[in-house]
């Protein structure tokens, strides 16, 4: 399948997905990838490795400035052209995704988020901040969620959960790391399962991973 990936930071979960589509767990090709960033990690370790890279939404300010698709034009490369894509992939992007490219890719869009949703969710809840209100809020299980974007933040339906254990003498960093290791898992296991097309639906509209034979 043809996966569009979008990242704003290290992408060191596009890297685990890449990796992963390189060593056939993933029966997937990323075809794209999409950053509100040109200069992060994970636009550099793309440009590496021959991937096209795309910038949403438009630059402001910076070197930058100007650069960046709208949203039309970015539902119109992604759904058709040389960087057509079958499935959309949030990876550490923190930018909200326009309500047409949620439309254009019905149950073909994922997001991970670095808590249990639904708890520790939602608009502001990013990064570092989740791992600090889980620490605060006295949890001793975190770990990320996978889920279908809907046209709000973190919101849309599960598809999967790995936990980790929350020391009370944890540090937002030290969750973080415990929680983006499970990242790393999760993640390819989840776009292996949507490139294979073994993911269902119940009929109240949560999703089923069979897991493979
Ligand atoms: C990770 O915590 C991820 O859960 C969140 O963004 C952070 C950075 O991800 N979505 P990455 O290293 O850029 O993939």
Known sequence: ARLAVFVSGGGSNFKAIHAACLDGRING???AVVSDV????????????????????????????GSGLTP????DTLKSGPSAADFVLLA???????PELCRAFPRAMLNIHPGLLPSFGGKGYYGERVHKA???????FSGPTVHFVDEEFDTG??????????????????LAARVLREEHV???????????GRIGWREDGVPILWEAK
């Open 134 to 140: 889980v620490i605060a809020s006295g949890a001793r």
């Open 38 to 65: 040109p200069t992060c990690g994970g636009v550099s370790y793309a440009r590496e490795h021959g991937i096209p890279t795309l910038t949403y939404p438009v630059v402001k300010k910076g070197e930058h400035a």
């Open 92 to 98: 550490g992007y923190l930018k909200l995704i326009p």
């Open 29 to 31: 090709t990323v075809v």
């Open 186 to 196: 999760v993640y390819p296991h989840c776009v292996a399962a949507l490139c294979d």
């Open 157 to 174: 339906p599960i598809l999967a959960q790995r936990v980790v254990p929350v020391f009370p003498t944890d540090s937002p960093k030290q």
């Open 72 to 75: 039309t034009q970015l539902v």
